[in-house]
């Protein structure tokens, strides 16, 4: 299949987040209540029941050259957050944030291509990054709520038309 002709980063950013929203639970049950691209409001409603929400947010955004002439090709390395938030109301509410934290990583270490890779315009890898997860606590509207916070590197190819002038 030939490489995309331009860069597709919302694209890129929107296939993480139906990755997200598609893990499960042993159980089956969804692992979020909601995944979203970028800042979802009312958090504290959606997780107050005991689940868990994720945003997902573009970070490092850079480009290399893969060749020259008409086969030549670029190559974007992009990082994006991964933010999973839950409740602090109660220890067995907020220790939830580490499964989900389990949950959120085997899959992403399991699949290099985010899933069946087709739908994803030129991804050709992705993997969280060694050492970028942290626990921690974040104020949303005023209440603290519990959080993990990890970061997931994608590789994408892309073509310029006409190639890379040398």
């Known amino acids: 299949m030939p490489a995309p002709t331009r860069r597709a980063t919302k694209a890129v950013g929107t296939a993480i987040v139906a990755y997200l929203a598609a893990l499960t639970k042993d159980d089956t049950t969804a692992v979020y209540s909601l995944a979203q691209l970028e800042y979802i409001f009312d958090v504290i409603g959606k997780v107050s029941d005991g689940g868990a929400v994720?945003?997902?947010y573009g970070n490092i955004d850079g480009e290399e050259r893969h060749g020259f002439g008409g086969a030549g090709r670029m190559r974007a390395v992009?990082?994006?957050y991964i933010l999973s938030m839950c409740s602090?109301?109660?220890a067995a509410l907020s220790s939830y944030i580490y499964d989900v934290s389990d949950?959120?990583?085997?899959?992403?270490?399991?699949?290099?291509?985010l899933g069946s890779g087709a739908t994803?315009?030129?991804?050709?890898?992705?993997?969280?990054k060694p050492g970028s997860g942290r626990f921690y606590r974040v104020n949303r509207d005023g209440q603290w709520?519990?959080?993990h916070l990890c970061e997931l590197e994608t590789r994408t190819e892309w073509a310029i038309p006409g190639g890379v002038i040398s």
């Open 78 to 80: 992009q990082t994006w």
């Open 54 to 56: 994720v945003e997902v």
């Open 120 to 128: 994803i315009p030129g991804v050709y890898h992705s993997q969280m």
């Open 103 to 113: 949950y959120l990583m085997v899959p992403f270490e399991q699949h290099a291509l």
């Open 145 to 147: 709520l519990k959080a």
């Open 88 to 90: 602090l109301e109660s």
